[in-house]
């Protein structure tokens, strides 16, 4: 079985996740590692429809939020003793919401892929996003509802108040949902997803109908995004409209596609990376957002399949062993690249910036004095030229390091 | 009662011909490349704030006439350095690659004209009532929004249809082959209209910008009901796009203008639920709250059961 194959990966994938507090126990890193564990499920769940199953949806946090309501009215439930169950199924619940509304709305969303079900999709989001403000009584409007996770049955003692509590709980959560997704993958259903994907026309010929795979894969993907909800609603004790709306699908969109979408892995990195991003460099500027943008289009354009395409380009150097030949034309490439990189960033937050003073890698730059701007526009072009020269360097040593051996050949 | 559904009716005609003027250029662009520009109301944004930065030296006139002509070079620019390098990845990358571009551009405007509303004035010349009826004013700027925006879809019905150019475009939608075996420059062509049609989105941005207050979230308000539009004209057709337009700015303005509701429609069938009930936003919303979600139930309603729009060819 595929999965036993891999154990040693699946084994340290747990290890990680249950160590990664041991490791880093401040509260703000408890709180981004919460953040990341829902991403990594949400992001999951997108790529099951996106990457694997050919479907670009553009309303995928419907099922999100869908999730995390209901998660949340669970969460009021229990407060209230009308149910008594332990918090640790509150994602289960949202799950099964999720599930029930990718039943309903993939009954008649999937009939086609591409274009049309993007753009039910679309429709789709915005209609629940907008409806989602008119029926206030449930959604709690603007503001939003809460609810508060240390009422019901105790689990061995744990009452989850700390955030670290829930952390083990989320970590938990994110396996499982992990490798079931990984296991769906290699089911049938799964496979014929990719087939689907591919050419649904051939797929039909052998006997499947394609609506109903496409319509498989969107159910079990809707039930995932609804337990990244649960998830949600258990760490933050608050949802709003916010968190079905469009800007929520556009951001797992970013991070699938970033991270790679034809990996399993991709969605997982992805997750990682911008969750990092979001928490880390929201401290330090307040352009992230905008860098976002840059290296979201950059991917897009250059890394058309992700970080995880890039690290997997490198499969065939690394297999014949030439991944050295490659290190030397990737640092004379690297090095100005990320000079570039730096000196354009310089000059984006100095002429944004409203102080005397702007603190810079250890530099004081001032962004009032014409010097600052000319010598970072000089620095910024030499490197820009360094890097364009030095590409065609690295274009030949990945020739030769991805080459066909001459026996090999004949 | 009467003068609630004139003005409405022409308030919904000026929102429909603006919308037209976005969904044109969504459409042909579509229906050249085959890809949805998910960017498209953010050229629209951007024309608005380059009229009011131009505005604010030169006056509104020049504003008028100068903030298209960049954002229709900066499409063309986007068309020939990006989408054409993208295409090679295929249609899922090149919509992503627009939905990228549109949060970049807003993120941009941010950057540059900050988070605050623009008080992006109507020119003092059009500053005055068109006509009074049954005691309402109609203003001069209404008027000159609905002149300029049934100019350019006379215009563009023209060019498309009766110029050499149209014809050599519109061939070029459907063989561009052949079209470039006798000689044309067909991805010059696409860089083209590309530049065009967002310079008819940036032409709506200076007109709009006044009206609907220019701020960093008008794409994302009007964006989507252009894709609404689009989708329900059914993809690639003009005249579909035209009719679409129309009706949603009509439905739109109808549905904020109206005061019936769900309590009426209760009182009409002689039933009546207690306040309280969980489901009492069901029964107490009337047709103004529920505005915004019209075109979006129209949408979905005409995907389910006529998937190719109002206009539209078959799929294939």
Redesign the interface.
Known sequence: MALLKNSSIWIAFLVALLGLPLVFDSILAISIMNQIAIAIVFALSYNMLLGQGGMLSFGHAVYFGLGGFLSVHALILIEFETMVFSILWIPLIGGVFGLLAGVFIGSFSTHKAGTVFAMISLGIGELIAASSLIFSSFFGGEAGISGDRTFGPTFFGFDFAQNIEIYYVAAVWAFIATVFMYLFTQTPAGRMANAVRDNPERAEFIGYSSRKVRFISFCASGLFAGIAGGLFALNYEFITEENLNAATSGRVLLMAYIGGLGYFIGPIIGAVVLTLMNSLLSNYSELWMLYLGIMFLLTVMFLPRGFAGFIMMHQLAWVRGNMKMLIKPYIITGIPAVLFAACVIALIEISHTEDEVFHYLGLELNPASPITWLVLLGIAGGAFYAVKRSVLQLNDAWETANAIPKEEEA | MLEVFIFATLNGLVTGFLLFMLASGLTLIFSMMGV?NFAHASFYMLGAYFAYSLSLYFGFWTGLIFAPIIVGVLGAMVERY?LR??HQ?G???E???T???A??IE??I??FWGRDTKNYQTPELLDFPLFTLLGQEFSAYRGFMMTISVGIFIGLYYVLTKSRVGIIIQAAITHPQTVSNLGHNVPLIFMGVFGMGTALAGLAGVIAGPVLTTFPGMA?VLG?IV??IV?IGG?GSLAGAFIASLLIGLLQSYAIASDVGMPDLLNLLGVSFERGH?L???WT?NLP??A??LP??L??LV??FR?TGLMGKR?E
């Open positions: 949805l990006g390098r993208v990845s249609h899922v990358a919509l992503v690659f939905f990228g571009l949060f970049l993120e941009s941010q950057f994302t989507s894709f609404v989708v993809l969980p009492n936003d069901l919303m709250q529920i915004p979600v979006y139930l949408l979905v995907l389910i998937p799929e």
